[in-house]
C-alpha cells in the first residue's frame, strides 16, 4: 500500500527527526537517494550534461547537493539560480566545489540565454524550483524555464514533487500567458513519504513515475492511501468450500429503462463477475428480457437480497423516483449512481438515513449536483482540481462512502478516510465503462465488502480491466471492460 502524509505532517515529522540528528544529515540523504536516481536514468554519468533549477530554500539545496554529487562522478553540472540570494549556501559551495558551475544570475540580460541553451543540451534537468510548501503555480521567471524544459529532450526530474503542483491536493492553477503553471517531469524523487499530490490529477500527471527515499521519517497516519495488489486480494470474497449462491451474497440491480437498457445489460454482466452469489434484476419487462437475453444466470423480479446497486440509466421519472425509494428501504447497503445520484441530489442526505450503509459514485458534474443537495455550490472544474476536498465533503455531507470518479478516482468514507486508485487508464472515458463499476461494485457490497472496501476494489479492478482490454494501446468499449474483469480479478489474487 502507498500511504500519502500532508504537507503539515512532513514538516513535523522532519522537524521531529532533525532534532536527532546532525545537522544538515536529511538534506544529505535526500541528496544521495535523488543523485542515484539521476545517475541511473543517465546510465553513463560521466561526461553527461546536468541542468539544475534551484529556487530558494531546501528543495534547492536537495537539488544542488545532488548535482555536487554528479558532478564528482564526472558530469557537467550547471546550477540556474532563480534566486540567488536566496539560494542554499552550502548546497551552492558543494557544487562549486566539485567542479559544477552557476549561470549568470536572473538579473543579468545573459540568464534567459544561458538557460535556454543550458537546457537544450542537457542530458538531464533537475526541478529543485519550488518544494512542498509551494502554492499557486510557477510565475516568471520559473514558467518561462519549464516551457523551455518542455521542449527540450532532456530527462526531467522533479526533486520531491513538481514545480507548481499543490502538494495537498494535487491542483494545478491555469496556464497564463501561454506559460506552464507547473512543471512536468519524468520522474519524481519524493522523500520520505508520498504526498497526495503525486497521487491525485492533475499532479499526478506532471508527476511521472514517483520514486520514494527512504529518509528515516516516522509520520502519522497518512491522509491518502494508495491500494496494491496485495491489498485488494487480501479483501476480495472467497467462497467457502460448502457455501451455497445464497450465502455468497445476492445483489439486487435497480438499473436500466426503455430509453437506456443497455446500462441494465453492462451493469448486470458486471455483477456477474463481482464475487456474489447471484443478482436478481429489478426493473421494466422489456429490459428484463434483454438482461436474460445477455445473462441467462439472472433471476428478474423481487426478493430477498443483500444490496442494492441502482440508477444507471434508470432516467428520473416517478418510475425511476419509486426504484430508488424501494432500495433505500430496503435496510441493506445501497450503491447509487447515475441517474439515481441526480435523484438522490433532489432530497438530500435524509434520503440515506436508515440506510445500513451507502456507497455513491458521483463524476464530477454529478458530485455538483450532490452539493447542491447540500446546499452548496460548485463548478465542475472546481471539484476536478481539488478532488480530495470535494470527496470528503459529500462523505461528510450525505453520511456515506463517496466515490468520485475521473482521471483519478478518489474513494473517501464518512470518517474522512480518503483512498485514490492507482489503476485507470483514459481508456475507461467511454459510454458504459460507469456501469460496469457499479455492477462490479454492488456485487462486492452483496458479498459481504464494506462500502469502503467494496469501492477500493471495485474501482481497482475496474481500471485494471479497463488496462488489460487496451493493452495493446487501441481503444476499448465498456463491453471489452466487462469481458476482462476475470483476467483482473485473476492477476490481482495471484491466479
Not at 132 to 140: A, D, F
Not at 309 to 326: F, S
Not at 420 to 449: I, R
Amino acid at each position: 500500500m502507498r500511504e500519502a502524509h500532508s504537507v503539515e505532517q512532513v514538516r513535523a515529522a522532519e522537524a521531529a527527526l532533525m532534532a536527532v540528528l546532525p545537522d544538515g544529515t536529511l538534506m544529505q540523504r535526500a541528496a544521495a537517494g535523488l543523485a542515484a536516481t539521476c545517475a541511473g536514468l543517465l546510465g553513463r554519468v560521466y561526461g553527461s550534461r546536468v541542468v539544475l533549477l534551484v529556487g530558494s530554500g531546501d528543495n534547492g539545496g536537495d537539488a544542488l547537493y545532488a548535482g555536487a554529487r554528479l558532478a564528482r562522478r564526472g558530469a557537467r553540472v550547471d546550477a540556474l539560480l532563480l534566486s540567488p540570494q536566496k539560494a542554499h549556501t552550502g548546497g551552492l559551495a558543494a557544487l562549486r566545489a566539485a567542479g559544477g558551475r552557476v549561470a549568470p544570475p536572473d538579473d543579468t540580460a545573459g540568464f534567459a540565454a544561458a538557460a535556454e541553451r543550458l537546457v537544450a543540451a542537457a542530458d538531464l534537468v533537475m526541478d529543485g524550483i519550488v518544494g512542498i510548501g509551494g502554492r499557486g503555480g510557477l510565475r516568471p521567471p520559473a514558467a518561462e524555464l519549464a516551457r523551455a524544459v518542455g521542449a527540450s529532450r532532456a530527462v526531467v526530474v522533479a526533486v520531491d514533487l513538481p514545480s507548481g503542483v499543490d502538494a495537498d491536493t494535487g491542483g494545478v492553477p491555469a496556464s497564463a500567458d501561454g506559460l506552464p503553471a507547473a512543471l512536468r517531469a519524468d520522474v519524481t524523487v519524493t522523500f520520505g513519504t508520498h504526498k497526495p499530490g503525486l497521487l491525485v490529477d492533475p499532479g499526478a500527471g506532471h508527476a511521472g513515475v514517483v520514486e520514494l527515499v527512504d529518509i528515516g521519517l516516522d509520520p502519522p497516519e497518512p491522509v491518502l492511501r494508495a491500494a496494491q495488489h496485495a491489498d485488494v486480494a487480501r479483501l476480495l470474497p472467497r467462497p467457502a468450500r460448502e457455501t451455497d449462491k445464497y450465502a455468497r451474497g445476492v445483489l439486487g440491480l435497480a438499473a436500466g429503462s426503455e430509453r437506456y437498457p443497455g446500462a441494465a445489460v453492462l451493469a448486470t454482466g458486471a455483477a456477474l463477475h463481482g464475487g456474489a452469489g447471484a443478482l436478481r434484476y429489478l426493473g421494466p419487462r422489456a429490459v428484463g428480457d434483454a438482461v436474460l437475453a445477455a445473462h441467462p444466470e439472472v433471476m428478474v423480479g423481487p426478493g430477498r437480497v443483500q444490496a442494492y446497486a441502482v440508477g444507471p440509466g434508470i432516467d428520473t421519472d416517478d418510475e425511476a423516483r419509486e426504484r430508488l425509494a424501494t432500495a433505500l428501504a430496503s435496510e441493506v447497503p445501497v450503491l447509487v449512481d447515475a441517474d439515481g445520484l441526480t435523484l438522490l441530489a433532489q432530497s438530500g442526505p435524509k434520503a440515506l438515513r436508515g440506510t445500513p450503509g451507502a456507497l455513491l459514485t458521483p463524476h464530477a458534474g454529478e458530485a455538483v449536483r450532490l452539493l447542491a443537495g447540500l446546499g452548496e455550490e460548485a463548478a465542475r472544474d472546481q471539484v476536478e482540481t481539488d478532488r480530495i476536498a470535494y470527496a470528503r465533503r459529500l462523505a461528510s455531507g450525505y453520511g456515506a462512502t463517496v466515490l468520485l470518479k475521473g482521471s483519478t478516482t478518489v474513494i473517501a468514507d464518512p470518517g474522512g478516510t480518503v483512498w485514490v486508485n492507482p489503476t485507470g487508464t483514459p481508456y475507461l472515458a467511454t459510454a458504459g465503462s460507469g456501469d460496469v463499476l457499479t455492477g462490479l461494485s454492488g456485487a462486492l457490497l452483496a458479498a459481504g465488502l464494506s462500502p469502503t472496501d467494496a469501492a477500493v476494489c471495485g474501482a481497482y479492478l475496474h481500471g485494471l480491466a479497463g488496462r488489460l482490454a487496451a493493452e495493446d494501446g487501441g481503444p476499448c468499449a465498456a463491453s471489452d471492460v466487462l469481458r476482462a474483469l476475470p483476467d483482473a480479478w485473476r492477476e490481482v489474487c495471484g491466479g
